[in-house]
């Protein structure tokens, strides 16, 4: 990275939403780095992608649950210079009714839905603050905004995230730097892929799934110059199923 890049850091960017953020952000001009638990074919593929939009773009491999680890990757990484944009993706399911949940089910999407962003956000946060300048963007979920049966887990950690999004963008405004949610509804990638439609479209105003393309839009949006007087808000795509 040269001094006068302008660089995205996307947590959970290989594949689904993550991977088409990316992708749009190197669009937008931004050079990439973009993180996953291990390294699998797809991480050439969009490193490959990156370059094909004249953009450099740098893969990580961290588990987000392991604090020790984040800290000490995103301060080598961004030992000279804070990231501009920080786009955190990270999330997983252990869908289950809470008289049934585990755990293990609890402290797995808690950890990582949760946990996870302070374990990213925070090593990096003197240097963006350093900077006076910034754009931070949690992948919250409708889920987080209106309880879903079975997901009584991720439904917590997802309102926690947008709960943190809003606190740090009262700590950290001033300073210029905007902290927003985007909320996905029902949008379709390989996680979705098996939900019968017949049950869920008819809860969408819009009648139809949204796509990974849609999201990244909105992430982009609130990473470019319209959305500079925007933060600590939650910018819902999910075709009107949460209003």
């Given amino acids: 990275m040269t001094g006068n890049s302008r660089v995205a850091l996307v947590v ?3 594949r689904g939403i993550g991977r088409a953020i990316v ?18 074919p797809a991480v050439a593929e969009l490193a490959a992608s990156v370059r094909n ?16 680890a984040c800290s000490r990757l995103l301060s080598e990484h961004f030992a000279d210079t804070a990231p501009e944009v920080i786009v955190y993706n990270a ?26 962003f302070y374990h990213v956000v925070q090593p990096l946060l003197f ?31 997802k309102a926690g995230l947008i709960g943190a999004v809003k606190a740090l963008a009262r700590e950290v405004g001033r300073k210029g730097i905007t902290v927003n949610a985007v909320a996905p509804g029902f949008i379709d990638t390989d996680l979705t892929r098996e939900i019968p439609l017949d049950r869920v479209l008819p809860l969408i105003p819009l009648r139809r799934a949204g796509t990974v393309e849609e999201v990244a839009g909105a992430v982009s949006f ?22």
């Fill in 12 to 14: 959970g960017g290989t």
């Fill in 23 to 40: 992708e749009r952000l190197a669009r937008d001009g931004f050079d990439l780095v973009f993180t996953g638990r291990r390294e699998t």
């Fill in 53 to 68: 939009c004249g953009r450099n773009g740098t893969f990580l491999a961290f588990d987000v649950c392991d604090r020790e």
């Fill in 91 to 116: 999330g997983i399911v252990r869908d289950n009714l809470l008289a049934f949940l585990s755990p293990e089910e609890w402290r797995e999407v808690l950890a990582t839905n949760l946990d996870g």
């Fill in 127 to 157: 240097g963006m603050l350093a900077q006076r300048h910034g754009r931070i963007v949690a992948i919250a979920s409708a889920s987080g905004q209106t309880g879903q049966p079975g997901q009584v887990n991720y439904s917590a950690a």
């Fill in 222 to 243: 609130l990473c470019g110059p319209d959305a500079t007087y925007l933060t600590g808000q939650v910018l819902a795509v999910n075709g009107g199923l949460v209003m």
